[in-house]
């Protein structure tokens, strides 16, 4: 076929398909699937493309390291490459990474897993969302999703054929779910609870009192959690808790997590979920048909980051922890009340005062004094009236970010 033969071809079926004019008289609509129809585009890519056109903007949206990789990690990959190591692995990834992956938690938050049937290697978090998701559910399970949330828990949960079911947090308990309203919102139908601590957006932490509340509970009505520790190592003022640590709780906990936070690893996307056998093992059927195994060479950085990584990884923690300080004082401070959050590196203040919605708020920001946050409201309805703001920035980006939100909050503009 000649290029402007195709060229011809591809405008017919781009013709086509604006019409909704499909052979045999179907629309476009009637060959897609309803689950995704009812998946809404990212809220944060929308403020993401508005700020990129805009010149002179500070971000405070992203929700990624300002640190980079460290080099050590860097150089276990171009070592790997040298040696042309560079094949398909294990399904679940290698093997020294999962043993490096259940020495590390296992000394550093105390759960042990087998590296040999209940640990696997994913892309990124994400995915092991995505598998975690698709190997327990069937359709109309319900499953609870603590708000304000990661914006991808409820759609994975839709997609995998199960309905998400939020359980709203408030400003007034530091967003932290209150016992009694996870209890109201479960039934019959009610398979699983996605834990997220520390917490993306809002940065709240459940320390371990608080998670063995939350347990009891799992326990009471034999429940599944799925708890999203990305941000373990990014705690500030308490230590870490998995909730698989709590009596009881092992066989019915599924710990997603990866090196993106913690390790300023974001673009090697790889992550790992911890599992009892009975689960990894379903797990690994569905990975080997769509993801067949994670990269070859982020798994040896990967593997250097695990043996040597970690006092990056306090120095990393504590910066943030001085950032963290000083946003929430400063926000306080101009009259936007704003809690002390425990972990990961987002604050979430509350706009109320202005009179103004959270995306009124973010689009005149932006608009007005060019600082990007996200609108709370992309979180699920209880982050209405609060914006998510990253302090993964250097000190000199926040205080002139602080300086322009500031005078953003008492210009006229809010009128």
Request: glycine share 8%.
């Amino acid at each position: 076929m000649k290029l402007e033969d195709f060229s011809l071809n591809t405008k017919k079926i781009t013709r086509i398909i604006d019409e909704d004019d499909f052979c045999s008289g179907r629309t476009l609509k009637s060959y897609l699937s309803s689950r995704v129809e009812q998946i809404k585009p990212s809220g944060i890519r929308r403020f993401f493309d508005m700020a990129n056109r805009v010149e002179g903007v500070i971000s405070l949206g992203v929700g990624e390291p300002d640190f980079v990789t460290h080099w050590s990690i860097c150089e276990a990959v171009i070592r790997s490459l040298e040696k042309s190591y560079t094949s398909y692995t294990e399904i679940a990834g290698l093997m020294e990474l999962r043993k490096e992956i259940a020495y590390y938690m296992n000394s550093r938050f105390q759960v042990s897993y087998s590296p040999e049937s209940e640990i696997i290697g994913t892309i990124g978090g994400s995915q092991a969302l995505d598998l975690s998701l698709r190997t327990i559910l069937n359709p109309g399970d319900e499953v609870l999703v603590i708000e304000p949330s990661y914006l991808a828990y409820a759609p994975l949960v839709t997609l995998a054929g199960g309905i998400p079911v939020p359980v709203k947090t408030t400003i007034e308990t530091n967003f932290k779910p209150k016992p009694e309203h996870i209890k109201q919102s479960i039934n019959s139908n009610t398979k699983a609870l996605i834990l997220c601590t520390p917490n993306n957006p809002t940065g709240s932490f459940l320390n371990k009192d608080e998670l063995e509340e939350i347990a009891e509970i799992l326990i009471e009505h034999d429940l599944l959690v799925i708890t999203d520790e990305i941000y373990a190592e990014l705690t500030y003022d308490e230590t870490f808790c998995s909730i698989a640590s709590i009596d009881g709780l092992r066989e019915r906990t599924i710990i997603i997590s990866g090196f993106s936070k913690g390790f300023a690893m974001t673009g090697w996307r790889l992550g790992f979920i911890c599992a009892p056998e009975g689960f990894s093992q379903e797990m690994l059927k569905i990975h080997q048909n769509t993801m067949l195994c994670a990269p070859s060479i982020t798994q040896y950085g990967a593997i250097e980051a695990l043996k040597n990584g970690q006092q990056y990884v306090q120095e990393m923690r504590k910066n943030y922890q001085k950032r963290r300080n000083y946003v929430v004082n400063t926000l306080n401070e101009m009259g936007l009340d704003c809690h002390i959050p425990g972990g990961a590196f987002y604050v979430f203040p509350s706009i109320r005062s202005t009179g103004l919605s959270s995306e009124k708020f973010a689009e005149n920001l932006l608009m007005k004094e060019k600082v990007a946050v996200v609108p709370g409201n992309v979180f699920g309805e209880g982050g209405e009236g609060h914006i998510r703001c990253s302090y993964a920035s250097s000190i000199e980006a926040l205080r002139e970010a602080m300086k322009r939100i500031k005078r953003f909050v008492e210009s006229s503009c809010l009128d």
